[in-house]
């Protein structure tokens, strides 16, 4: 119990430090903001200044998750896709291509692991000389060099498809 009317000091100990716990929490909420001084030089603060109008900023607290999709403003993707962008205005709409969803990380793993099976695969078949293969009844035989070539090439375009 908070309270305790045998050892009051605690008490009063207690309340303090809740109270100084909800003060600093209000406090960690300040935001970000940015003015321009009579100079013309742009200033980033916590504290609003009192000299200058200013402007709250919209921050991003955390980094994002999934740094794969994300893209920093003013880079060679960014600015690649910014002039993709304005030639997909200036084309008909039957030309612009749809976009192409970001890969989520369950996919991307997914991908990762076939390309490894894939690549795995593909060292095993030039590793051996002959291939074994079970066909639906449970017969084993062996494949020809023609069939073996035919599956080398098939896990090849595997690879190139999975491993980007």
């Known amino acids: 119990m908070?309270?305790?009317?045998?050892?009051?000091c605690k008490s009063i100990c207690h309340i303090?430090?809740?109270?100084?716990?909800?003060?600093?929490?209000s406090v960690s909420?300040?935001?970000?903001?940015?003015?321009?001084?009579?100079?013309?030089?742009?200033?980033?603060?916590?504290?609003r200044p009192t000299s200058a109008p200013s402007q709250k900023m919209d921050v991003?607290?955390?980094?994002?998750?999934?740094?794969a999709t994300y893209k920093k403003p003013g880079s060679k993707d960014q600015a690649a896709e910014n002039k993709d962008k304005e030639n997909a205005n200036n084309k008909p709409a039957e030309?612009?291509?749809?976009?192409?969803k970001p890969e989520t990380r369950a996919e991307k793993k997914r991908r990762l692991a076939a390309c490894a099976q894939a690549?795995?695969?593909?060292?095993?078949?030039?590793?051996?000389?002959?291939?074994r293969s079970v066909d639906k009844d449970g017969n084993t035989?062996?494949?020809s060099q023609k069939e073996k070539e035919a599956k080398m090439s098939k896990t090849g375009n595997l690879i190139s498809?999975?491993?980007k």
Not at 2 to 8: A, F, G, T, W
Not at 29 to 47: L, S, T
Not at 60 to 67: E, V
Request: proline residues 4%; aromatic residues 12%; charged residues 25%.
């Open 119 to 131: 690549r795995s695969n593909l060292s095993s078949m030039e590793a051996i000389g002959r291939i």
């Open 141 to 143: 035989r062996y494949l």
């Open 95 to 100: 030309e612009t291509k749809p976009e192409k």
């Open 161 to 163: 498809k999975h491993c």
């Open 29 to 47: 909420m300040a935001g970000i903001y940015k003015w321009v001084d009579k100079d013309g030089n742009v200033h980033y603060g916590q504290q």
């Open 2 to 8: 908070i309270l305790s009317r045998e050892n009051p």
């Open 16 to 25: 303090a430090f809740f109270i100084t716990l909800i003060f600093c929490s």
């Open 60 to 67: 991003q607290q955390y980094a994002p998750r999934d740094t």
